[in-house]
């Protein structure tokens, strides 16, 4: 009776998630502005870095950067670019990345300041589904983000040497780090007091980016900082996609990736469950 009991809540709760990703991927479609912002600012990004800065940061890097020998070139003007260009693509991937956690806390807030989860509340459904329909709507949208930007970084001119073994690792990588990040949206979404604080909390992650090894090397930085910027998280997502991208082997960042993606989302999930439930009896 308890197996059966068991199985019937887990079907219930998966059920639920369905329908609330639906409610989450009809809500990106009739209001595209804010998925238009996520997906789009990542590729101006690209744009801009590539050809307004990639001449200057591309002839400064070294020629044993992964990517940078892959993408050919000896340093000059057209060279310098499509080096930078390779170099530059899994950071700008991974700010597109963070920037769905923003879209996730906004989305939490509305829900919770706008009466909608009080509506859920008096109905009978799981009460983990409303959280979960915004993680696998933003998970998807982060997928979503990374498709369109490879696929504009090939239309630059990017030859990525990557095998079919490597692609799946990339999505793979992505698809978790997504799925991690959406959860810690969701929690600075639910923890938020007003839409406003939703919107500004997650440019934590945004920063990180920068402060890692997305734009430059982190050992062109202060050695004060170094450190901080070869292990914190987006650095090792970011070097793993960038080797799993030209044929290296990611080593050791592979594993940091995955360790920090897994504890991210399981602090996403917890905190947000908590608060959630703290705030849904109040």
Do not use: C
């Amino acid at each position: 009776m308890t197996t059966l009991t068991s199985t019937g809540t887990v079907r219930n709760t998966v059920a639920d998630s369905t329908t609330m990703l639906r409610r989450n991927l009809l809500h990106m479609v009739r209001y595209p502005g804010l998925t238009g912002f996520v997906i789009g600012i990542p590729v101006i990004l690209l744009l801009m870095f590539v050809y307004v800065f990639g001449g200057t940061l591309g002839a400064g890097l070294s020629p044993d950067v992964i990517g940078v020998s892959a993408a050919g070139g000896g340093g000059g003007g057209g060279g310098a670019v499509q080096q930078y260009l390779a170099y530059v693509l899994p950071g700008i991937l991974f700010i597109g990345i963070a920037g769905i956690a923003n879209g996730a806390s906004i989305g939490v807030a509305m829900d919770m300041t706008e009466g909608i989860v009080a509506r859920f509340r008096s109905m009978a459904i799981s009460r983990t589904a409303v959280l979960t329909g915004h993680v696998l709507g933003n998970t998807i949208q982060g997928l979503l983000v990374s498709v369109i930007l490879i696929g504009a970084a090939l239309l630059m001119g990017l030859r990525p040497t990557a095998s079919p073994l490597g692609w799946l690792g990339i999505a793979a990588i992505v698809a978790l780090v997504s799925f991690a990040v959406s959860w810690l949206g969701v929690a600075l979404g639910v923890s938020a007091k007003t839409v406003e604080s939703a919107s500004n909390t997650p440019m934590v992650l945004l920063l990180l980016v920068f402060l890692g090894s997305g734009f430059v090397p982190a050992s062109s930085m202060p050695g004060w900082l170094q450190g901080f910027a070869q292990y914190q998280p987006f650095t090792t997502f970011i070097e793993t996609v960038r080797a799993l991208m030209f044929g290296a082997d990611p080593g050791l960042n592979l594993w940091l990736a995955l360790g920090w993606a897994v504890l991210l989302g399981v602090v996403g999930y917890v905190w947000a469950r908590t608060m959630y439930v703290r705030r849904s009896v109040r």
